[in-house]
C-alpha cells in the first residue's frame, strides 16, 4: 500500500511558477510509476503529466508539454511537477496518483493510490 500526500500549492499570477511535491509512504516508491492529474471546478479531472518507475520516461498532456516537468527523486520518495509559465486554464486541484500496473500513462483507471490534492489558482 502507498499513502500519498501533495503539497506546494498556492495562489500566483498568471505568467509565474509553482512546484507541487508528492511525497509517498512505503518502501518501494521506486517500483511505482507516478502521475499528476488535474480537477478544474465543474469539470472531469484529466492527465498532465507521468514518470515511469525508472524515471526515464515523461509524458506530459498537450497542454502542458513545454512548460510542465515531472520528476522523481527515489532517495526522498518524492515525485514533483515543475510549473512554469502558468496560464488562468491551468487552475485546478492537482492529484498525485501511482501504479504498479501497466498501461497507458493517461488512463485513471490504471492508478491505484490517490493523494487528496492541493489547490493551485492561478490568476490573470
Known amino acids: 500500500q502507498v499513502q500519498l500526500a501533495e503539497s506546494g500549492g498556492g495562489l500566483v499570477q498568471a505568467g509565474g511558477s509553482l512546484r507541487l511535491s508528492c511525497a509517498a509512504s512505503g518502501r518501494t516508491f521506486s517500483s511505482y510509476a507516478m502521475g499528476w492529474f488535474r480537477q478544474a471546478p465543474g469539470k472531469e479531472r484529466e492527465f498532465v503529466a507521468a514518470v515511469n518507475w525508472s524515471g526515464g520516461g515523461q509524458y506530459y498532456a498537450d497542454s502542458v508539454k513545454g512548460r510542465f516537468t515531472i520528476s522523481r527523486d527515489d532517495a526522498k520518495n518524492t515525485v514533483y511537477l515543475q510549473m512554469n509559465s502558468l496560464k488562468p486554464e491551468d487552475t485546478a486541484v492537482y492529484y498525485c496518483?501511482?501504479?504498479?500496473?501497466?498501461?497507458?500513462?493517461?488512463?485513471?483507471?490504471?492508478?491505484?493510490?490517490w493523494g487528496q490534492g492541493t489547490e493551485v489558482t492561478v490568476s490573470s
Open positions: 496518483a501511482a501504479r504498479s500496473a501497466g498501461g497507458t500513462y493517461n488512463v485513471m483507471a490504471t492508478y491505484a493510490y
